[in-house]
């Protein structure tokens, strides 16, 4: 596997993390215990993640969030507390797939593999806070359950097939970036119509 792989691999793996740190924690660390995922050499370093301490808080971790994620505005606070856990989680993760005898790759996974995990992160707390203006009750629930079985499938996908790792990275990536300046949009315009509503509307130019 090379470092262009292993980069992909890194990158999935954290990008996932900013939408369900714990799930891809359990995900990964379950299918290596039961070697439903054999981890090549290069990515031995994520075998803690198959260790049992890791994964019953992994567990716990993944069915907290997964209760908190399907309830309106109580996902957004979680969502807040985990602006920091994420990214540093997401960070973690891609540091443990890089040659610990190469510094500069370390520090380069490290970097690419918290920033990923902060974008995706922001993507889904936007995502989600938007939805939560829904009046629609169960739209909550449904993006939450998708994206429980995309991170899932897409974890999956990712180490099962490293060289399509690097294409789901980059998706992933692209996809985060459109949903921020999309919603960075809806949310100008919304703002826009209130203060048209309001008669605070900014006098027009002469």
Do not use: C
Not at 21 to 40: E, H, K
Not at 44 to 69: C, H
Request: net charge neutral.
């Amino acid at each position: 596997m090379g470092i262009v792989e292993i980069l992909g691999v890194a990158g999935s793996l954290s990008l996932l993390a900013g939408w369900r740190l714990y799930l891809t924690i359990l995900a990964t660390g379950v299918a290596m215990r039961f070697g439903w995922l054999p981890l090549p050499e290069q990515l031995a370093a994520l075998q803690v993640l198959a260790n049992p301490w890791v994964l019953g808080v992994a567990a716990v971790g993944t069915i907290a969030e997964f209760l908190a994620d399907k309830i309106a505005w109580v996902d957004t606070a979680w969502d807040t507390v985990h602006s920091i856990i994420r990214p540093l989680g997401g960070a973690l993760l891609a540091l443990a797939l890089v040659d610990s005898s190469d510094p500069a790759w370390q520090v380069v996974a490290f970097l690419l593999g918290g920033g990923g995990a902060l974008l995706s992160h922001g993507a889904k707390a936007t995502t989600r806070a938007v939805v939560n203006v829904s009046p629609e009750p169960v739209s909550n629930a449904v993006v939450s359950t998708g994206e429980d079985v995309a991170t899932g499938g897409l974890i999956a996908l990712a180490i099962a097939f490293p060289p399509l790792a690097v294409v789901i990275a980059v998706l992933l990536a692209i996809g985060a970036v459109m949903v921020i300046v999309a919603l960075r949009r809806l949310l100008r315009n919304i703002q826009t119509k209130l203060k048209k509503a309001l008669g605070d509307e900014p006098p027009l130019d002469a």
